[in-house]
């Protein structure tokens, strides 16, 4: 089967960077995806990583190491805005599914 | 372009009466998801279609729960009877073939209580 961990919930303040990480299994392995979604709304997609490395959209990275089965979500110059739960996604198995993480509540102080 | 539409947005039903959730995926979108998400259980994928075909519903929970996608711009997920643990948001998603599924646009979800 698939699956998926990453922390609860990180907390931090305006301007720093924080780093949200995530680990997979699964039989099969077409990438791994990460979404926001704020309170009340739905996830929007973020970033892909189909290989190995660093992929940098604005102030936001994403990182995969495949051999590691590990990947993550860096967020940087954090805003207030950026309060919002945050899922790795990853798409596998023998139908190809796309499964997600339980979310990373992330909470963005002063 | 108009983004997935889902019906109704919020739906309160009483204990077993039958509820119809309804969805139309971005035009020219080749997989349609169905995702229910509760506090306890997280984002769960359902069942999810490519070309109007089901390729995987291991993720319906039970008999009572059904989807259908009779064209490629219309999906329904029907839950009769309905029960209380069914309380949750459903969204409905779709992606292009072009980016192997990964990038998926949702709806803004269907939010459903039954009493």
């Known amino acids: 089967g698939q699956s998926l961990e990453q922390p609860s919930e990180v907390t931090a303040v305006e301007g720093a960077i924080v780093q949200i990480n995530c680990t997979y299994q699964t039989s099969g392995f077409y990438g791994l995806s990460w979404y926001q979604q704020h309170d009340g709304g739905a996830p929007t997609f973020l970033s892909y990583?189909?290989?190995?490395g660093l992929e940098e959209t604005g102030r936001f990275s994403s990182f995969l190491s495949r051999s590691d089965s590990y990947g993550y979500l860096l967020l940087q110059e954090l805003q207030m805005k950026d309060s919002a739960s945050y899922f790795c996604?990853?798409?596998?198995?023998?139908?190809?599914?796309?499964?997600f993480g339980t979310g990373t509540l992330l909470a963005v102080q002063p | 372009d108009a983004g997935v539409i889902q019906s109704p947005r919020h739906e309160v039903t009483e204990m077993g009466q039958e509820v119809t959730l309804r969805c139309k995926p971005i035009s020219g979108h080749d997989y349609l998801f169905w995702y229910r998400q509760t506090m306890m259980r997280g984002l769960e994928l359902l069942i999810y279609?490519?070309?109007?075909?089901?390729?995987?519903d291991s993720g319906m929970p039970e008999d009572r729960f059904s989807a259908k996608m009779p064209n490629a711009s219309f999906s329904t997920l029907k839950i009769q009877p309905s029960e209380p643990r069914d309380s949750a948001v459903y969204f409905c998603?779709?992606?292009?073939?072009?980016?192997?599924?990964?990038?998926?646009?949702f709806g803004e979800g269907s939010w459903l209580t039954v009493v």
């Open positions: 279609f490519n070309n109007n075909v089901p390729i995987d």
């Open positions: 990583n189909a290989l190995d």
């Open positions: 996604a990853v798409r596998g198995g023998a139908t190809n599914k796309l499964i």
């Open positions: 998603a779709s992606s292009p073939t072009g980016s192997s599924g990964n990038t998926i646009y």
